[in-house]
Nanobody, 125 residues
């Protein structure tokens, strides 16, 4: 497993941008599919974006497609989530997660074995 620490959350106005970072420990980071999830108050945790370790392919929830971009820097053991055109409904605690998988697309929370502590993102209207 890897240990994950998120950063970059905060308060932003609607239409603004934030960039989340997730730093991972361990020497096998490049072999993990990385994902971002979020959980709003009173709602279940939901998948936001993922990036495979196989070829670096990316996949997104429909609600963020075209606005959010996930990327990774294997040399720095870090995954990023660039969030643009933010909406109030994007307000949530955002979690970074890591999965060992041979599948090209991994979106289920149950498939991710390592989680960060979360970072709060608040979008004001």
């Amino acid at each position: 497993q890897v240990q994950l620490v998120e950063s970059g959350g905060g308060l932003v106005q609607a239409g603004g941008s934030l960039r989340l970072s997730c730093a991972a420990s361990g020497r096998t980071f490049s072999m993990y599919t990385m994902g971002w999830f979020r959980q709003a108050p009173g709602k279940e945790r939901e998948f936001v974006a993922g990036i495979s370790w196989i070829g670096g392919s990316t996949f997104y929830a429909d609600s963020v497609k075209g606005r959010f971009t996930i990327s990774r820097d294997n040399a720095k053991n870090t995954v990023f989530l660039q969030m643009d055109s933010l909406k109030p409904e994007d307000t949530a605690v955002y979690y970074c997660a890591a999965a060992r998988s041979l599948r090209a697309v991994v979106v289920g929370a149950e498939d991710f074995g390592s989680w960060g502590q979360g970072t709060q993102v608040t979008v004001s209207s």
